[in-house]
């Protein structure tokens, strides 16, 4: 059965940051363009950052380029988003997600839903003081 699971997740004050993970089961993640998406209260689930399966394409949008940062690691079929400086505005449910194929080239920009089949149940991100 293939599975995404997050964590990581919590409650951190603006400016700090958060690691969040996100673990495969019953398939292998290294053959995946792999996304990571966030669905703030009230609004619709948008795109954060995708790496392509050869970890060679990242992707960012806008509101976090040189804040978060993407990685993998195939060999304990995970994925990672390294969220530093965070703002309020960050706040939201951070899903992780598998593209719809293997070896699918679709990190050629900010991550789209359609373009992905697997999802996590996602991870509460919340940024307060």
């Known amino acids: 059965q293939v599975q995404l699971v997050e964590s990581g997740g919590g409650l951190v004050q603006p400016g700090g940051s958060l690691r969040l993970s996100c673990a495969a089961s019953?398939?292998?993640?290294?053959?995946?363009?792999l996304g990571w998406f966030r669905q703030a209260p009230g609004k619709e689930r948008e795109g954060v950052s995708c790496i392509d399966n050869s970890d060679i394409t990242a992707k960012y949008a806008e509101s976090v380029k040189g804040r978060f940062t993407i990685s993998r690691d195939n060999a304990k079929n995970m994925v990672f988003l390294q969220m530093n400086s965070l703002k309020p505005e960050d706040t939201g449910v951070y899903y992780c997600?598998?593209?719809?194929?293997?070896?699918?080239?679709?990190?050629?920009?900010?991550?789209?839903?359609?373009?992905?089949?697997?999802w996590g149940q996602g991870t509460q991100v919340t940024v307060s003081s």
């Open positions: 019953g398939f292998t993640l290294a053959y995946y363009t």
């Open positions: 997600a598998a593209s719809s194929t293997p070896y699918s080239p679709v990190c050629t920009a900010v991550p789209r839903q359609g373009q992905y089949a697997y």
